[in-house]
């Protein structure tokens, strides 16, 4: 059965620390994907990295960063240098390919930035 | 056009009302998604159209009502609703392959509130 858990309910930095996103994953496919949403308080889930289950290069985007561990089974997610606007919930999710339409979203993890 | 545009981002309505929830998007996508979304909780499934076609239906009660007129627009028709089913109503369209690869990408919600 598939399952994605995100351990991290709610953490709070202040502006300028680095804060990393846990999430871990199960899956018995071979071939699956990896999503991160943010979800700020607007209420409408932005779609921030995918990644493919052959694909473990780590990929940074300006002061995103995730780091994908198959060995691990986890796809965590690092803000470098956190801003006030940083501020929402974060949702992993995975999704398969005989999944048909269906993502597995995590709890999701709420970060507050304090300035 | 790169967004998902849902109307109306409030609905509060008494629970012998009838009224629709509208999606809608130019992008070409031609699968379209409803979640539920409670406070605190991730986004739930309730209904695919791939192709205009009603994909999925997850057990949803029939006081929700989906209806898909054309490849742009996406309703969801409500009536007698509980007090239980007030939550965030969240539409999302992907490109339409079905194959788990797919960025949802998520329109910024209907609040409802059933009294």
């Known amino acids: 059965a598939q399952k994605v858990t995100q351990a991290q309910t709610e953490i709070s930095v202040v502006e300028k620390e680095d804060v990393t996103l846990d999430c871990v994953y199960e899956t018995r496919d071979t071939t699956y994907y990896l999503f991160w949403y943010k979800q700020p308080p607007s209420g409408e889930l932005?779609?921030?990295?995918?990644?493919?289950?052959?694909?473990?290069?780590?990929?940074?985007s300006g002061r995103y960063s995730w780091n994908f561990q198959k060995s691990t089974s986890s796809f965590n997610f690092t803000i470098t240098a956190s801003q006030v606007v940083d501020s929402a919930v974060y949702f992993c999710a995975l999704s398969e390919p005989s999944g048909t339409y269906k993502y597995i979203f995590g709890t999701g993890t709420r970060l507050k930035v304090l300035a | 056009d790169t967004e998902v545009t849902q109307t109306p981002k409030h609905l509060v309505m008494g629970m012998t009302n009838k009224k629709s929830l509208k999606c809608e998007q130019?992008?070409?996508?031609?699968?379209?998604?409803?979640?539920?979304?409670?406070?605190k909780k991730p986004p739930e499934l309730m209904f695919v159209y791939s192709y205009e076609k009603l994909s999925i239906n997850e057990s949803v009660p029939?006081?929700?009502?989906?209806?898909?007129?054309?490849?742009?627009l996406l309703n969801l028709h409500l009536h007698a609703l509980q007090p239980e089913d007030s939550a965030?109503?969240?539409?999302a369209s992907s490109r339409g392959a079905g194959?788990?690869?797919?960025?949802?990408?998520?329109?910024?919600?209907?609040?409802?509130?059933?009294?």
Not at chain 1, 46 to 60: A, C, K
Not at chain 2, 62 to 72: A, G, K, Q, T
Not at chain 2, 88 to 91: A, D, E, K, T
Request: charged share 20%.
């Open chain 1, 46 to 60: 932005v779609f921030l990295i995918r990644r493919n289950s052959f694909d473990e290069q780590n990929e940074i």
């Open chain 2, 26 to 39: 130019h992008m070409g996508h031609r699968a379209m998604y409803w979640y539920k979304q409670k406070a």
């Open chain 2, 62 to 72: 029939s006081r929700f009502s989906p209806e898909c007129p054309n490849s742009s």
């Open chain 2, 88 to 91: 965030l109503y969240l539409c």
């Open chain 2, 99 to 115: 194959q788990g690869e797919e960025k949802l990408l998520f329109g910024s919600g209907t609040q409802l509130s059933v009294l």
